[in-house]
């Protein structure tokens, strides 16, 4: 199905009014084409009606009414209708329906003395027990010729002549003894069928130019439609790429509600999760004074029970549940203020932050020679809050710093919507057989240097929130490489 809503109005827009051409084409089509045969009828009823009058049987025989006057003047009405035209478009004569044999014809009143050539002569096969004053008025195609039919294949003229259709008028005449005739008249409708084709035709090239206009036409009234839609879209895909925090533009009155909904939605996301900020912060303070109390009352008991073995064991589980209860602490919060992959976040820059990362750090390890390569341009930004980025980096730079030799280097690069991050050092390495137990709490390679292992563990939770994925690998520098896979 097609998702585009400029798509669909155009298809559906365009294919109503062709099909609506189209039928408006074929009913002019047989309008046209009936209201000239109906004309036609009209046509060869008259003449049917008006030769018949200058008819009369007489022993056995149609003839023409034996007055000068009336021959005369049945001739001009024969010449007038073209009944005696040779190429056989319009002619009329009386037939023996049962030795289907002329017995009258307007070409021999034409030519006097001429003896009826039944080779001359169309016949068709038409109902003969109909009766009444009435014409009766049929289309019908020539029978194939009984002599020679195989003449036909040969001759493309007679071959035209017998493949096209005629109008006939058809009065049946039941006379005694026991004969029966028919009194035909009839007409090529070629120059219907010819302006039909010239009709169609004119249609076929009417319907082309209509539907050049009609696709252009539509196409003008789907961006006047759509446009405000698809500001609509471009202002939403805004607001997910961070480049803007609220719908602001005016648009009709369909979309306004949806426009306040959205509107009211991000202002509730953004304050909700600022108030969670803020009781952090307070919690944060809360913390902080009795864990300063419990600490300096353990200092204490240290200096009093200096030199006293008994107490010694005691006071250095207190020491470490309180480092611990620290350590809980600070990774709780920290868990608490990851970004909610549901909400629109700004894209933000991952360079500047990598510079005062490095900064830092080289502070920190400034007992250590070794290289601090970034190699990321300022176009690479990702959808995270800020302090969850610094945070991710800042663990992992500071294990990379922790454990290289020689080189830490971060490296990024964009794939399928999503910007990949390497950061490499030279130390040594994750485990080769199950090194994703590192993502784990509480799981560290080192067992001997100071932490609890929940660093890769919060970079894994700050990961799977905003919905990227961390990968451990081995560096170039046959060391460690972790990879971050962020949406962009």
């Known amino acids: 199905m097609t998702k585009s809503l ?41 003449i049917s009606f008006n030769i018949l009058g200058f008819l009369e049987f007489r022993d056995n025989k149609f003839m023409v009414v034996d007055d000068p006057a009336m021959e005369k003047k049945a001739q001009e009405t024969i010449d007038e209708h073209r009944l005696n035209d040779p190429a056989r478009e319009r002619f009329a004569y009386v037939i023996d329906v049962h030795t289907q044999q002329i017995i009258w014809s307007s070409q021999s009143t034409s030519e006097p003395g001429t003896q009826i050539n039944p080779d001359r002569y169309l016949y068709f096969d038409v109902d003969s027990e109909a009766q009444g004053f009435e014409p009766l008025v049929v289309i019908k195609q020539p029978k194939p010729p009984v002599i020679n039919p195989e003449g036909l294949a040969n001759d493309a003229a007679a071959r035209k002549i017998y493949e096209r259709a005629y109008l006939l008028s058809v009065q049946n005449f039941h006379l005694k003894p026991g004969g029966v005739y028919q009194f035909i008249v009839g007409m090529s409708i070629a120059d219907v069928e010819r302006d039909m084709e010239t009709m169609r035709g004119f249609i076929a090239i009417l319907l082309f130019f209509s539907a050049v206009l009609v696709l252009i036409a539509q196409m003008a009234l789907s961006f006047w439609v759509v446009a405000p839609i698809k500001e609509f879209e471009d202002e939403v895909k805004s607001i997910e790429t961070g480049e803007r925090e609220t ?113 830092t750090l080289q502070k920190v390890y400034r007992d250590k020679n070794f290289e601090f390569r970034i190699n990321v341009d300022e176009y690479a930004k990702c959808r995270m809050d800020s302090e969850d980025m610094m945070e991710l980096l800042g663990n992992l730079l500071n294990n990379a710093c922790r454990f290289c030799k020689d080189v830490v280097e971060v490296s990024a690069h964009h794939e399928n919507n999503m910007l990949i991050i390497d950061i490499d050092d030279d130390g040594m390495g994750f485990p080769s057989d199950d090194p994703s ?48 896979h962020l949406p962009v």
Do not use: C
Not at 270 to 290: C, F, V
Not at 304 to 326: C, D, H, S, T, Y
């Open 6 to 46: 400029r798509s669909r109005q155009l298809i559906s827009g365009f294919g109503v009014i062709m099909v609506g051409i189209v039928m408006l084409g074929s009913l002019l089509l047989w309008r046209t084409y009936h209201h000239k045969i109906d004309q036609k009828e009209d046509e060869i009823k008259g």
């Open 247 to 359: 719908v602001d533009k005016s648009y009709p009155d369909e979309l306004t509600p949806i426009k306040n909904a959205l509107n009211s939605l991000l202002g509730y996301e953004k304050g909700q999760k600022q108030r969670y900020k803020d009781s952090l912060d307070d919690l944060a303070h809360s913390i902080k004074t009795p864990l300063a109390a419990m600490q300096n009352q353990l200092d204490q008991l240290q200096r009093e029970a200096v030199g006293n073995m008994q107490f010694a064991p005691g006071l250095k589980v207190l020491e470490i549940q309180i480092e611990r209860m620290r350590e809980i602490i600070a990774h709780q919060l920290r868990r608490a203020m990851v970004t909610n992959h549901s909400a629109m976040i700004m894209a933000q820059p991952v360079r500047p932050i990598l510079f005062r990362l490095r900064d």
């Open 437 to 484: 137990k590192l993502l784990q709490r509480g799981i560290r390679e080192d067992s001997k240097s100071e932490g609890q292992g929940i660093g890769l563990a919060v970079s894994t939770e700050i990961i799977s929130a905003i919905n990227g994925k961390i990968e451990l690998l081995v560096s170039p520098y046959v060391g460690a490489r972790v990879r971050l």
